[in-house]
């Protein structure tokens, strides 16, 4: 996601303006749309008017490109890093975390789902079996048997 702030409350940039284009040679022409940045209360985010305008992809990332290309960004506009930055209370990672075990009965893959006690990921009782050394193909005896 992106989102760019702008010193002024209602900013606009215009990536692509929209123009008529004619068609079948002239005969008839159509109107292409244009691409603007539209920046409400100093900010613009690109996937949320991405969904309101129905913009492709290329299209946001046109505008987002622009935005970040153009001569004001780092003054007039900005794009500041929201990365550290979340509306979510924090939760720590270790209350999230499930077993990292897996069964696998009939080819279905069936995790544990109980929660992780160690700090590698494991519940109270695959713990002991993840810290057991894995158990190695022993390739010269596999190649002597064949
Ligand atoms: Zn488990």
């Known amino acids: 996601m992106a989102r760019f702030v702008s010193t002024y409350s209602h900013d606009r940039y215009v990536v692509r303006p929209r123009f ?13 749309p244009g691409l603007a940045a539209e920046f409400e209360n100093n900010t613009f ?3 949320a008017e ?3 305008l129905r913009w492709t992809d290329e ?3 046109e505008v987002e490109e622009f935005l970040r290309s153009c001569a004001d960004f780092g003054h007039r506009i900005s794009e500041p890093d929201l990365s550290g930055i979340t509306s979510e209370p924090r939760i720590a990672l270790s ?3 499930t077993c990292l075990f897996v069964v696998t009965i009939d080819g279905d893959v ?10 590698d990921g494991y519940c109270d ?4 079996l993840a810290e057991a050394p894995q158990s190695k193909p022993n390739r010269s ?6």
């Open 20 to 32: 008529r284009k004619s068609i079948d040679g002239g005969l008839r022409s159509e109107m292409v």
């Open 125 to 128: 009782k695959h713990a002991s």
């Open 59 to 61: 299209e946001r990332i």
């Open 50 to 52: 991405q969904l309101r």
């Open 110 to 119: 069936e995790p544990c789902g109980r929660p992780a006690s160690s700090e």
């Open 45 to 47: 985010d690109s996937e």
């Open 141 to 146: 005896k596999a190649a002597a048997s064949s």
């Open 95 to 97: 209350d999230l975390r």
